[in-house]
């Protein structure tokens, strides 16, 4: 598929002329609708996970498994009708054979194995990353990632779109196909359950994580595709709209297909307190009625159904409307928004009464941002308004009805503020710098004593409407806020995943990727001045009195210190200060963390001089302290989204 670059060619044959040979034919059938075509007025929301359905899109190969089921549905469907057809459609033993076997195929094509009993480990990286790219449609890294999309091609039902005129390299993806994602779906809850069982992470985060660190993924992706993937589980382990419903699971009526209520979606999404504040949260562009009471979330949105099993890039602004919102509830797909659009990066499609037939009046959906920086940004920067977007047409005064819209602003990046003593060059023994200590091991004593007190940079905000102004007819817009990315504001993350989802999300950071993580090799990296910032690796070579390296540590007697043995007779009353390195050893996917604390005899009580060389984190948060912060000022670099 692939030819090697003109520079490598030792043929004599070898054209000099590529782009006059035949370019490798890639264009297969995909959605063969033809003149039959879906009318959605005759089909009914709790129904469109029928594989039937799903069998219509897609490849042609799904239609011929279920034949000739497929073909006798787009029949049906009457142009000026509207009665739902899929009634028409008895199911029957038979059926429902043959739906499991499609589902089979599905998975066994994915996987590249006919075995699927086993669990996440028992399957190759590729089709692990194939199962969670067919829902997630992740941007790789062009330089790093083409023998890894070669090999998704050849054995995981990955789609060459065409091949580039220098044949060097491809275009691919996988493209918007129902019945491949729920085959993706049952797989990874499957995965996520036998998991849950033995105390082991997630699958979902798991095989992200993985993806950052064979540098796969695209660097401007990480927050999106994070942001993305917690929406993508709340999804799936949401109560699903019809629980009772367990006997026609992966026959006919797919059990991973089925759409939830938002309502279940908002709690699977959110822990109980916070998800209770959004219930009973208002419209936050709109006065107060003058009377009675504003409407809740969960009033305006009570019957509302949610549907989207995967997601599918956007090429242009068409992503956020109300028809296009109706197309993709059908399709069970969410968009993502042409190039991550600087108001929204994806979009929800919602059903408002799935009681009703399905038309674009009867859609609305949650706009999701997703960011990925350090700093919050204030609540009318990141405010979004449908009319910037399109999602309804101009608001018509006569009109009785106004439809709400959720929009839900995703801050992943937010961490506590650096301490006094990182952000500015401070002299040690100055009244300002003592203070500061003593505020950092008052905060550290009460965060022993009292695990439960511990500050975190991970909140919700909902604004609130204004007081003020004349009422006026406007879509209502509930706005959530969420900051940082922990089990205090995610009920998806378990706490033991979140050091996987930190290290995801700063996994763009510059020294990141480097192979050894220890403090003496990324100083070592840093003294060779691939970037500058505050501290001694950056400006050894300048007076310290400039104030740019304020602490004039000599990093080779560190280092010494570090690997030679603790001298005899050291313990807590050394009349001479000492040095005490501790080193808090963490999993392989996990961050390292180094303190180095230097005790002095003075009294009992303070002048613990702390300089803390690297990241300090606590249980929901995470805190950067230090008199010389090369380490923490390259994080932040990374973290603009």
Sequence with gaps: ?????????????????????????????????????????????????????????????????????????????????????LAHIKSTPTLDSQCRGVLDVACAK????????????????????????????????????????????????????????GRESVRSGYPSEPILAVAAARLLTDWDRAAKKTGGHSPYIKILHDHLKDDLLASGEIGEAVGRLLLLIARDRAEPLKPDDETKADARYSRYARPVSVISFIKALSPKNIAERILQSVPDNLPPPAIGVPVTFAKAFENAVINFTHFAKWADMSAINQRTALACYIR????????????????????????KPLTPENMTGIIVQSKLRAAAGSLTAYAISQEKLGLFPKV??????????????????????????????????SKTAKQERKRIKEQREDETSNQAAVNTPSKLVLPQPSKRGRPRRDHPRYSIYVYGCSPTVYAVIDPSERTLYRATIRGDHLLGDHPRQDERSLSMVRHQKPFFAVGHASWNWLH?????????????????????????????????????VLEIGTRDDEERVQVQVQVQDKDEEADEQMNVNAEVTRDDEDVFMSETTPASSERRAGHGK
């Design 1 to 85: 598929m692939l030819a090697p670059s003109s520079s490598y060619a030792r043929s004599s044959r070898y054209r000099q002329h590529v782009g006059s040979m035949h370019a490798p034919i890639t264009e297969t059938p995909f959605d063969c609708f033809g003149p039959e075509c879906i009318v959605p007025t005759q089909l009914q929301a709790d129904e469109l996970n029928d594989m039937v359905l799903m069998a219509c899109f897609g490849r042609p190969l799904w239609r011929s498994l279920l034949w000739p089921h497929p073909d006798n549905l787009l029949k049906t469907f009457d142009r000026d009708g509207t009665a739902a057809t």
């Design 110 to 165: 994915l996987l590249y194995e006919k075995d699927l009993s086993r669990d996440y480990a028992g399957y190759s990286n590729a089709a692990r990353s194939a199962v969670l790219d067919v829902r997630l449609t992740l941007s790789y890294e062009p330089s790093c990632a083409q023998q890894h999309e070669l090999n998704l091609v050849a054995s995981h039902m990955r789609t060459v779109y065409s091949v580039r005129k």
């Design 332 to 355: 069970g797909m969410a968009p993502i928004c042409r190039n991550n659009g600087p108001l929204a990066d994806a979009f929800l499609p919602i059903c408002i009464d799935p009681t």
């Design 396 to 429: 018509d005064p006569s009109a009785s009805e106004l439809r709400a819209y959720i929009t839900l602003i995703m801050e992943l990046g937010v961490t506590d503020s650096l301490p006094l003593l990182a952000r500015t060059p401070t002299d040690y023994n």
């Design 544 to 580: 310290h009195s400039l104030g740019l390296s304020p602490d004039k540590q000599d990093w080779e007697a560190v280092w010494q210190e570090k690997v030679a043995p603790k001298p005899k007779g050291t313990d807590e009353k050394l009349g001479e200060s000492a040095r005490v």
